[in-house]
Nanobody
C-alpha cells in the first residue's frame, strides 16, 4: 500500500509556471511507476505524464509535451510535475497515481493508488 498527497496547485495566469509535488508514504516508493492525471469539470480523467521507477523512461500527453516535465526523487519519496507555459485549458484537478507495474502507462486502469488531487486554475 502507498499513500499519496499532492500539493502545489493554485491560481495562475496564462504563461505562468507551477510545480506540483506528490509525497508518497507507506511502501517502497522506488518500485512504483508514477503518473499524473487531470480531470476538468464535466470531462473524463485524462493522462498527463508518467515515469518508471528509475526515472529513465517517461511519456507525456501530446497536449503537454514540451511544456510539462515529470521527475522523481526516490530518496525523498516524491514525484513532481513542472508545468511551464500554462494555458487556460490546463485548468483541472491534478492527481498523482502509483502503479506496481514496471512499465510506464497512460492508462488510469493500470494505477492502483491515487492521491486526493490538487486544483490548478489558469486564467486567461
Amino acid at each position: 500500500q502507498v499513500q499519496l498527497v499532492e500539493s502545489g496547485g493554485g491560481l495562475v495566469q496564462a504563461g505562468d509556471s507551477l510545480r506540483l509535488s506528490c509525497a508518497a508514504s507507506g511502501s517502497t516508493f522506488s518500485k512504483y511507476t508514477m503518473g499524473w492525471f487531470r480531470q476538468a469539470p464535466g470531462k473524463e480523467r485524462e493522462f498527463v505524464a508518467t515515469l518508471t521507477w528509475s526515472g529513465r523512461s517517461t511519456d507525456y500527453a501530446d497536449s503537454v509535451k514540451g511544456r510539462f516535465t515529470i521527475s522523481r526523487d526516490n530518496a525523498k519519496n516524491t514525484v513532481a510535475l513542472q508545468m511551464n507555459s500554462l494555458k487556460p485549458e490546463d485548468t483541472a484537478v491534478y492527481y498523482c497515481a502509483a502503479s506496481i507495474r514496471g512499465y510506464e502507462s497512460s492508462r488510469f486502469e493500470d494505477y492502483e493508488y491515487w492521491g486526493q488531487g490538487t486544483q490548478v486554475t489558469v486564467s486567461s
